[in-house]
């Protein structure tokens, strides 16, 4: 149902949203003396965009969903 699929998109979003800002800050406290030591900091930080990428691709199918429940969704 369209409710459904809204829920699951605020959550997606929100899910998205939070591990961006995690991500953020734990990219940007790193030093350059800290090299290579710290590249796993970076694998995962791309792990986890790769993940809230995804998350934002569901997203993006939930509305479409909720745009043809409503009948408002042209396809654009």
Same mark, same amino acid.
Do not use: M
């Given at each position: 149902?369209?409710?459904?699929?809204?829920?699951?998109?605020?959550?997606?979003?929100?899910?998205?949203?939070?591990?961006?800002?995690?991500?953020?800050?734990?990219?940007?406290?790193?030093?350059?003396?800290?090299?290579?030591?710290?590249?796993?900091?970076?694998?995962?930080?791309?792990?986890?965009?790769?993940?809230?990428?995804?998350? =934002?691709?569901?997203?993006?199918?939930?509305?479409?969903? =909720?745009?043809?429940?409503?009948?408002?969704?042209?396809?654009?």
């Amino acid at each position: 149902t369209a409710e459904h699929h809204y829920q699951s998109f605020v959550s997606r979003v929100g899910t998205a949203s939070a591990t961006s800002a995690r991500v953020a800050t734990v990219v940007l406290a790193q030093v350059p003396a800290d090299f290579p030591g710290d590249t796993h900091v970076f694998v995962s930080a791309n792990r986890q965009l790769l993940a809230a990428d995804v998350a =934002i691709a569901y997203a993006n199918y939930d509305v479409s969903v =909720i745009g043809l429940a409503s009948g408002g969704y042209t396809g654009s």
